[in-house]
């Protein structure tokens, strides 16, 4: 699976948006850009995927390069909930279900 | 609809025992992964199950196994217990299989190698 590189640690305040990038220079045309994210004791939780186009749902937005060589998540407004360990993933067709899980990056959310 | 189930939430095992833990997918998911979270190693993947057959593997010795029941439902098997195997497992159910699907994943089951 192709790698991807996050920063470490990142912070926020409460009810500022927070734009955390991911970059995946070796990405392939059928890799598809996820990102998952783990709260305190918790298992992983889906946020978002996309393709090529960006995304938006509920949680957050998905903004692709065009070269798609990198990708940012978008929370529009964080909350003290948000603060969690958040993973970009590429995953294609080829490897099932299988997510390679990196180091991602931690979220600080000051109130 | 339930999320994803494991059991147990935690154990306790000691060197050289052996250990089944459980997972119950979310009703109509037919795919089933594992994976090890550990301080050292992060997230890493174990095996994943379709159809009760195994369809793609991580790299971790032959003491890890699996398998998978006709209702989707989920076993892993370490056996020969060692203190390193001391970590919080994590299933995930997903349907269908392809890779642009959503994960999900249960609580997951801490255990500790004495």
């Known amino acids: 699976d192709a790698k991807t590189t996050q920063p470490n640690s990142m912070e926020s305040n409460e009810e500022e948006p927070v734009h955390l990038p991911c970059n995946h220079s070796?990405?392939?045309?059928?890799?598809?850009i996820h990102w998952y994210r783990q709260l305190p004791s918790q298992g992983p939780e889906y946020v978002i995927h996309?393709?090529?186009s960006n995304v938006n749902n509920r949680m957050a937005s998905l903004a692709i390069a065009e070269d798609r060589k990198s990708s940012t998540l978008i929370l529009h407004r964080a909350t003290l909930r948000d603060a969690a360990v958040y993973y970009c993933?590429?995953?294609?067709?080829?490897?099932?279900?299988?997510?390679?899980f990196g180091e991602g990056t931690q979220l600080t959310v000051n109130p | 609809k339930a999320g994803v189930t494991q059991t147990p939430r935690y154990l306790i095992k000691t060197r050289g025992q052996q250990v089944t833990l459980s997972c119950s997918p979310i009703?109509?998911?037919?795919?089933v992964s594992w994976y090890q979270q550990t301080p050292g190693q992060g997230l890493q993947f174990l095996f994943e199950?379709?159809?009760?057959?195994?369809?793609n593997k991580g790299n971790f010795p032959g003491r890890f196994s699996g398998r998978q029941f006709s209702n989707s439902r989920s076993e892993m098997n370490v056996s020969t217990l060692e203190l390193g195997d001391s970590a919080l497992y994590l299933c995930?159910?997903?349907?269908?299989?392809?890779?642009?699907?959503?994960?999900?994943f249960g609580p997951g089951t801490r255990l500790l190698v004495l």
């Open positions: 995930a159910s997903s349907y269908p299989t392809q890779p642009k699907e959503t994960q999900y």
């Open positions: 070796t990405i392939s045309g059928t890799d598809y």
């Open positions: 996309g393709l090529t």
């Open positions: 993933i590429l995953s294609r067709e080829t490897s099932g279900s299988r997510l390679t």
């Open positions: 009703s109509g998911h037919r795919s």
């Open positions: 199950y379709f159809s009760e057959t195994q369809r």
